[in-house]
């Protein structure tokens, strides 16, 4: 079965320094992922997806991500930090015709002035 | 189209009460997904539709839990006899079904929050 590891529950950067958030996925087959934002108390949103195209992933709000199949990676990057990027991440994988999604435990993202 | 809505946003009930959530996913998305999150925790998987048919439901769907998608539009969860335990944030998602190579990724409502007293 599919599953997805987030390293880290919590990652604190400074205003402008490099965010990195780590997923390493487990799957089978090749997977599709997915990386998603959630803010206090709404939904997730989108970020990106990985879909068998190109490796290098480009999201909105400036972020990016890179599938790398050697080492069942998809980490999550954005050059400078932003205060509003305050939140939680979630890194998700779906295999196969269900196409169902199972998530990752989460890391929140804490962004210091 | 206004997203997926999720109705109530919020709901404080007593244990042993039966709750009902609704769903509203965008109106051309055949798929339909529901999954509870805890606090701290990931999305859950609980159960999806495609069109009217529920099509899986994970082990975490109780007895208790019931999901219906009767026109193949909106959908609704009940849970029956609510135990402090069933206390989460209940997630709706709508997709269009994959292709071949193609995922759309789902788009989530903004859940709605269980507390069980």
């Known amino acids: 079965a599919q599953s997805v590891t987030q390293l880290g529950s919590h990652v604190s950067v400074s205003e402008g320094a490099l965010v990195l958030l780590r997923c390493n996925y487990s799957?089978?087959?090749?997977?599709?992922l997915f990386w998603y934002v959630q803010y206090p108390n709404q939904g997730l949103q989108l970020l990106l997806k990985?879909?068998?195209?190109?490796?290098l992933v480009k999201g909105i709000n400036g972020f990016e991500a890179e599938f790398k199949k050697s080492e069942t990676s998809f980490h999550l990057t954005k050059p400078s930090a932003h205060m509003s990027d305050a939140a939680e991440y979630f890194c998700?994988?779906?295999?196969?015709?269900?196409?169902?999604?199972?998530f990752g435990a989460g890391t929140r993202l804490t962004v210091k002035p | 189209d206004t997203g997926v809505s999720q109705d109530p946003r919020h709901k404080i009930t007593k244990r042993g009460q039966n709750v009902t959530f609704r769903c509203d996913p965008i109106?051309?998305?055949?798929?339909l997904y529901w999954y509870r999150q805890t606090l701290g925790q990931g999305p859950e998987f609980l159960t999806y539709?495609?069109?009217?048919?529920?099509?899986?439901k994970s082990r975490l769907l109780s007895d208790r839990f019931s999901a219906e998608r009767p026109k193949g539009s909106f959908s609704t969860l009940e849970i029956q006899r609510t135990e402090q335990g069933d206390s989460a944030m209940y997630l709706c998602?709508?997709?269009?079904?994959?292709?071949?190579?193609?995922?759309?990724?789902?788009?989530f409502g903004s859940g709605t929050r269980l507390t069980v007293v």
């Open positions: 998602a709508s997709s269009l079904a994959p292709g071949r190579g193609v995922h759309y990724g789902y788009t």
């Open positions: 799957s089978s087959v090749p997977p599709y």
């Open positions: 990985y879909t068998s195209a190109a490796t």
């Open positions: 998700a994988v779906s295999v196969g015709h269900n196409n169902d999604m199972r």
């Open positions: 109106s051309e998305h055949n798929r």
């Open positions: 539709f495609q069109n009217e048919a529920q099509l899986e």
